[in-house]
C-alpha cells in the first residue's frame, strides 16, 4: 500500500518536473532572445519592425524587409502546395488503388526526409536556371503576366518565387500526411450517406469527405505554414539575400531566418542585438501565426453526432 | 405501381467469401418486405446490393441479376447514379451531413441537378412531412441537423431520402439504435410510406418485423430460406430453421 503510494508520487514528480522543464526552457529562450535584442528594440523602437533600411556599416536596422520576406516567401510557399498537397492528399485517400496509393504515400513522405541543405542545392543547380531561362520567361512572354508587378522585371534565377518554390516543395508532404490522416478518418457512413442519395464519387470527395475534414485540413496549412516561415538553410541559398522590398517576385530578397544565418558568424556590437531581435520577431509571428492557427481550426471544425 | 423487385440468382462473393447464395425473390412494389436472420446471414449484403452500394467495397464481386421494374441493375447502360435516385436509402446509424436540416434534406436534389429555390423548399417542405418531422424542425430549418436527437436525425436521414421521390426504399436496421418512442415513431411512418413506395427493411428485431411488414425473408448462412407473407411466416414457417430462429432457439 506504502509503496504503490510512493511509487505514485515518484511518477507524479517526475513528469511534472518533465512538463516544467519544457516551459522553463522555451521561457528562458525567449528571455533569452529578447534581452539579446534589447539593445536594439530600444534604439530603433517600433521603427525596427517598419523600417526597410538594414545597414550593419553604419549600425542601421529595420526588419521590414525581412519580415516581408518571410510572409511572401511563406504565402507563395502555400498558394502552390496546398492545392497540390491536398490533391494528392485527395488521390492517394480516395482514389488511387492500394497498390498504387502506398508507393506514391511513401514517395511523398519521403520528400519530408531530404535535407534542407540538399533542396538549397537542388534549387542553385536545377530551380535558379529553370526560373530564368522557363518559368520567368513563360509567365511573362507566353502568359503575358509581364504587366503585372508580382512578375515585373528580369528574373536572374535567385529571388522571392524561386525561395517560394523551393519552400513550397519542402512544405507539401507534411501538408499532404494530415490531409491523407484526416480524410481517411471521416466516417464511411458519411461517404454511404452521399453515395446513396445519388452522389457521383467526385461529388461525394467535394461534399461529405472534404467538408469533414476541413478542419484537420487547415490544421495541415497551418503546421507547412509553421515549417515554411522558419526554414532557413535552402531559403538562404536561393532567395538572393538582399535587404530589399520588391513587388516583383524574380526580385532578390531576404528572411528573417536568412538574415540570421547569413550574418551572425561577421556580427559584432549591435549587429548581434539586431539579429536577436529579428530572431525575437520571428518568435513573436510564429507564435501569432500558431495562435490565429488554432483559432482557425476550432472554427471550421464540424462535430459528428 | 413501379418499385418491384426482383433477385434472380443472385450471389455475392468478398474476396474468396460467398456471402449470398444464388437468391430468388421478388419484393412487391408498394409494400413492405422486411429482411430477417441472424448476423452475418447476408441480409445487410443483398440490402445494400439492391442499391449497388456493395459496388463501392473493393475485391467483391456478383453473379446472376437484380431486377427493379424488370430493368437489370448491373446492366451496362444502368446509369448508377440514378438508380441510387431511385433507390433511397437509410442506415443503422443515422448519419446526417454536418450541414443545416435544410441542406441535408435538399442534398439529393441538388445533386440530382434541381437548381430552383422554390422547388427546393417544396421538396423539403414535402420530404420532412412524410417522414413526419416537420412540425419538429420547421422552425429550425438553417440549424445544424447534428443538433437533433437521435430520433429526429433518423427520421431526418429518411426525410433525405425521400427528398429525391425514390421508388424503393431500403432501410438497414434503422431502429436498432433508438429508444422504443422514436422506434415506434418511424414504424408509424413506413406504415404511412406504405403504397407510395417499396419498402425493404433489415431488422434484427423480430417483433418489429411481426408488427411493420407485409412480408417476411428470412436469410441464413447466405442462403434465402424463405418468404412469406409476415402473418404466415410467423405463424406457420414451412422451415424448421425459421421456426428455430423465431421462437429464438438461435440467433
Redesign the interface.
Known sequence: MGGVAVGDRIYRGVTTLAGLAIVALLLYIAVEVFTGGWPVFRKFGLGFLTSSAWDPVHDVYGAAPAIFGTLVSSAIALVIATPLAVGTAVFLSELAPRWLGQPIAFLVDLLAAIPSVVYGLWGIFVLEPMMRDSIAPFLQNTLHLGGLPIFDGVSYGPGMLAAGIILAIMILPYISAVTREVLMAVPRSQREAAFALGATRWEMIRDAVIPGAKSGIVGGIVLGLGRALGETMAVTMVIGNAPTISASLFASGYTMASIIANEFAEAAGLHISALLAIGATLLAVTLVVNVLARWLVARVGVRYT | MSGEIQAEDFSFWYGETQALKNISVTLPAGQITALIGPSGCGKSTFLRSI?R?QD?V?RTRHEGAIRLDGADIHAPGMDV??L??RV??V?Q???????SVYANVA??PR??GIRNAARLDEIVETSLKRAALWDEVKDRLRESA?GLS?GQ?QRL?IA??LA?DPEVLLLDEPASALDPLSTQKIEELLFELRGSLTVVIVTHNLQQAARASDHTAFFFLGELIETAPTQTLFTAPSDDRTEAYITGRFG
Open positions: 442499391n452500394l463501392v473493393p447514379v440514378s441510387r435516385r433511397g436509402m442506415f446509424r443515422w448519419n446526417p451531413f454536418p450541414k442534398y439529393g445533386v440530382n447534428t437521435g436525425q436521414c433525405r431520402a429525391n
